[in-house]
């Protein structure tokens, strides 16, 4: 009897650190191990990742982790996993090793006891045959995964759009239904991301139609010798191959201008030798010297905004907006980032007003669509299906969608991230087991903490309503105040109210030194009741509420 338990550690409604694990008779095979960008409530944090700690008390029961595509979301959070999980086996297309080496060459892991292996034909791990099979999607190198038992399969689908994208891979339904050696799907995985979009992803994807008429206006003779700057998403490798191949039209050079993006598409050219739809391309260091370049400005997400807010600024070092130039944003925002790219988009404006912007009603990512689901579950015909790697809304979309292809609602299950799906010889027997410590984790720059409501209220305060610093010398016996105030801030007192807050401030501070014998002062108090009346003062008189610290130097 086969004993088989699905849960995630992170990817259930969130968008980003995706990482799934199917425990197939008390063995662990981990699927895909991201990170999360942090909202604008997480001030000051770089990157979410999972908790790993389930799954460092449970290391010897590791197979290995299958990673099926280099989006930040399903591979980036590998390096720590790595610290602190040894000898895992990664296993993964010559594609994905390529790029997932090179950002592990990025940390200061302290072993070598891990293996990244490519994996290109079904490879059996204890009873469990697992099947590598080519997806098409943003990237090159994207994989499903086939988990086939003795008695039926478990299938793995993320991150695809179904049809043929050339050198970006192609997805064939019905050739991954063959690789069920005539077994029953028991349980399919599959992405909801976009299951509340109707109509198939593959025919809402080309962008060329929707810009094209930029180009075809800048190729004019008063034009031709004005640049064109496309910002999109460096993992979104599909999007920039249209732009290419525009610029080729065009016969325009091509600079590329962020690192990640001409990492991979050097490989891809590397790997497609063939292809010979390749524009020029230029060194993105004379970025202001070529007058009619098409500048690909790529990064990650939040990174992308914040590049194009520096280039606006004027304080990039190579590229600078000029008012000739024709901008188009292809990088439509995650939830929480709104406000982010509401302010690159206006920042942009300033500089040129030949500016467009594909939206998210415009622009779609490789994710399954409505259609796209509900061909899946009609040809495959799954007993059981979980959709993942979404908001909670979205996968529940996705449940009806499995009942109008014929499935019992009931087997259509939505979880949240640690709820356990158990099923003994196929059955669904329980969904009431959750994980322990199942949560985000906070990453600044290289360095692991854990995450806590006080931290992130402390960061939203700071960088909403700044922080105002006190300190001053006190005489050790007499405890009476040796030298003035010493009064500092950061994102709070300007020229118009400086007045107005070092008043408030001296004097309430005055006020717990004067008429006050030696033994009435009691510095702890003072600072604690100072902190809490200049917050409420300055919040009566500028609506803020600063993060206050007060030291008090004996001598």
């Given at each position: 009897m086969n004993k088989i338990n699905f849960y995630a550690l992170g990817g259930l409604d969130e968008n980003g650190k995706n990482c799934y694990v199917i425990e197939i008779n008390s063995k662990l095979y981990i699927i895909n191990s991201g990170t999360k960008v942090p909202i604008n409530t997480h001030n000051g944090i770089d990157t979410l990742i999972c908790n790993y700690e389930y799954l460092i008390k449970r290391q010897n029961d590791i197979v290995g982790l299958f990673l099926t595509d280099v989006q930040n979301k399903s591979f980036s959070a590998i390096p720590w996993i790595l610290m602190q999980i040894r000898g895992l086996k990664i296993y993964t297309s010559t594609f994905n090793r390529i790029v997932l080496l090179d950002r592990i060459s990025k940390y200061n892991i302290e072993h070598n006891e891990f293996q990244i292996n490519v994996i290109d034909k079904p490879q059996k791990f204890n009873d469990v045959i697992v099947t590598p099979f080519e997806i098409a999607g943003a990237m090159p190198g994207q994989l499903g995964f086939n988990f086939e038992l003795n008695d039926g399969n478990i299938l793995f689908l993320t991150n695809f759009v179904d049809g043929n994208l050339g050198p970006y891979g192609k997805t064939d339904i019905e050739g991954i239904k063959n690789l069920f050696n005539n077994k029953e799907l028991k349980i399919l995985i599959m992405d909801a991301n976009r299951s509340n979009y109707p109509g198939k992803s593959i025919d809402k994807l080309w962008v060329s139609k929707k810009i094209e008429y930029k180009f075809k206006e800048m190729?004019?003779?008063?034009?031709?010798?004005?640049?064109?700057?496309?910002?999109?998403?460096?993992?979104?490798?599909?999007?920039?191959?249209?732009?290419?191949?525009?610029?080729?039209?065009?016969?325009?050079?091509?600079?590329?201008?962020?690192?990640?993006?001409?990492?991979?598409?050097?490989?891809?050219?590397?790997?497609?030798?063939?292809?010979?739809?390749?524009?020029?391309?230029?060194?993105?260091?004379?970025?202001?010297?070529?007058?009619?370049?098409?500048?690909?400005?790529?990064?990650?997400?939040?990174?992308?905004?914040?590049?194009?807010?520096?280039?606006?600024?004027?304080?990039?070092?190579?590229?600078?907006?000029?008012?000739?130039?024709?901008?188009?944003?292809?990088?439509?925002?995650?939830?929480?980032?709104?406000v982010n790219y509401a302010l690159t988009l206006d920042e942009i404006a300033r500089h040129t007003s030949n500016l467009i912007e594909l939206g998210a009603d415009q622009y779609y990512a490789c994710n399954p669509a409505k259609q796209d689901i509900y061909d899946v579950i009609k040809i495959l015909k799954p007993k059981y299906f979980i959709p993942i790697q979404g908001l909670y809304r979205y996968l529940v979309v996705a449940s009806k969608i499995a009942r109008d292809a014929g499935m019992n609602l009931n087997n259509a299950l939505v979880l949240q991230n640690g709820k356990v799906a158990e099923f003994n010889d196929w059955n669904l027997v329980s969904q009431k087991h959750t994980l322990r410590n199942i949560g985000d984790v906070i990453i600044d720059g290289f360095g692991i903490g854990d995450i806590s409501h006080e931290v992130i209220k402390e960061r939203e305060n700071l960088a909403r309503d700044g922080v105002l610093a006190l300190s001053c010398l006190i005489d050790y016996k007499t405890k009476k105040t040796i030298n003035e105030l010493q009064i500092i801030s950061y994102g709070l007192i300007t020229k118009d109210n400086k007045e107005v807050i070092h008043k408030i401030v001296e004097d309430l501070f005055n006020k717990e030194f004067v008429n006050k014998k030696t033994s009435e002062i009691d510095l702890k108090d003072i600072q604690e009741r100072l902190r809490k009346s200049i917050k409420r003062k300055i919040y009566k008189v500028l609506e803020k509420e600063p993060l206050v610290v007060i030291t008090l130097y004996e001598i």
């Open positions: 190729n004019t003779p008063e034009n031709q010798h004005k640049r064109i700057i496309v910002g999109l998403y460096d993992e979104d490798m599909i999007t920039a191959h249209e732009i290419l191949l525009l610029a080729k039209k065009y016969n325009r050079p091509v600079i590329t201008y962020g690192r990640t993006y001409s990492q991979l598409i050097t490989l891809v050219k590397k790997i497609n030798k063939n292809l010979d739809h390749w524009p020029e391309f230029i060194d993105y260091r004379v970025a202001n010297e070529v007058d009619n370049a098409i500048i690909l400005v790529t990064g990650a997400i939040e990174r992308l905004y914040l590049r194009f807010l520096r280039i606006a600024s004027n304080n990039d070092v190579y590229l600078t907006l000029k008012d000739s130039d024709a901008v188009i944003i292809i990088a439509p925002p995650i939830n929480g980032l709104e």
